[in-house]
Nanobody
Framework: QVQLVESGGGLVQAGDSLTLSCAAS????????MGWFRQAPGKEREFVTA????????IYANSVKGRFTISRDNAKNTVYLQMNSLKPEDTAVYYC????????????????????WGQGTQVTVSS
């Protein structure tokens, strides 16, 4: 098991940028693929992006492709989410999550595959 703590959320204006961080502890970070999910008010939690354990592969939801970038630093046990050109519809609580890399790339967009979750960080984008 790995413990995850997100940070970096806040209130920004449409068009602004924001970078979220997720620090991991208590486990072998480099053995996990990492994902970001989000939950907007009144909606179900949805997949945003994921990165393989070596950062060699990334996947994105269509809604954020070209605007968001996921990265990781295995030496720092941290995964990042760089969010550019933010829109009001990006307003949500953002969660990072870890899935054993051995589960395979096909699982990385599936919430049910992840069994390690952070507490979430709020991102609010005003128009």
């Amino acid at each position: 098991q790995v413990q995850l703590v997100e940070s970096g959320g806040g209130l920004v204006q449409a068009g602004d940028s924001l970078t979220l961080s997720c620090a991991a502890s208590g486990g072998s970070f480099s053995t996990y693929a990492m994902g970001w999910f989000r939950q907007a008010p009144g909606k179900e939690r949805e997949f945003v992006t994921a990165i393989s354990r070596s950062a060699g592969s990334t996947i994105y939801a269509n809604s954020v492709k070209g605007r968001f970038t996921i990265s990781r630093d295995n030496a720092k046990n941290t995964v990042y989410l760089q969010m550019n050109s933010l829109k009001p519809e990006d307003t949500a609580v953002y969660y990072c999550a870890a899935v054993p890399a051995t589960y395979g790339h096909s699982t990385y967009s599936r919430q049910a595959a992840y069994d390690n979750w952070g507490q979430g960080t709020q991102v609010t984008v005003s128009s």
